[in-house]
């Protein structure tokens, strides 16, 4: 089994910053795709942008040129480093992995979610 466990998140003021942590641990062979998804109170759960093992990102729209996502791959953890925050970008986001535990076993995992609120 694996486990995502999420740092990172809080009330922030319009424009600030919050930088979000996702590590991995557990029988891990190999960590594919990572990313990091939201969900805001009565919408849908949503992508927010998307990091390959070889570091092709994939970004949604909404937080181009504001959010950037690394990977540390010798600590099986991801972040997102989330710049001029919007009221809307208010919502529980969820850390994702699709994760190998052998050379014939692969699972997508998800974060229990950490609470992101932007407010004056």
């Known amino acids: 089994q694996v486990q995502l466990v999420e740092s990172g998140g809080g009330l922030v003021q319009p424009g600030g910053s919050l930088r979000l942590s996702c590590a991995a641990s557990g029988s891990i062979f190999s960590i594919n795709v990572m990313g990091w998804y939201r969900q805001a109170a009565e919408k849908q759960r949503e992508l927010v942008v998307t990091?390959?093992?070889?570091?092709?990102?994939n970004y949604a729209d909404s937080v181009k040129g504001r959010f950037t996502i690394s990977r540390d791959n010798a600590k099986n953890t991801v972040y997102l480093q989330m710049n001029s925050l919007k009221p809307e970008d208010t919502a529980v986001y969820y850390c994702?992995?699709?994760?190998?535990?052998?050379?014939?076993?692969?699972?997508?995992?998800w974060g229990q979610g950490t609470q992101v609120t932007v407010s004056s």
């Open positions: 990091i390959t093992n070889g570091g092709r990102t």
């Open positions: 994702n992995a699709d994760i190998s535990h052998n050379l014939f076993t692969r699972r997508n995992y």
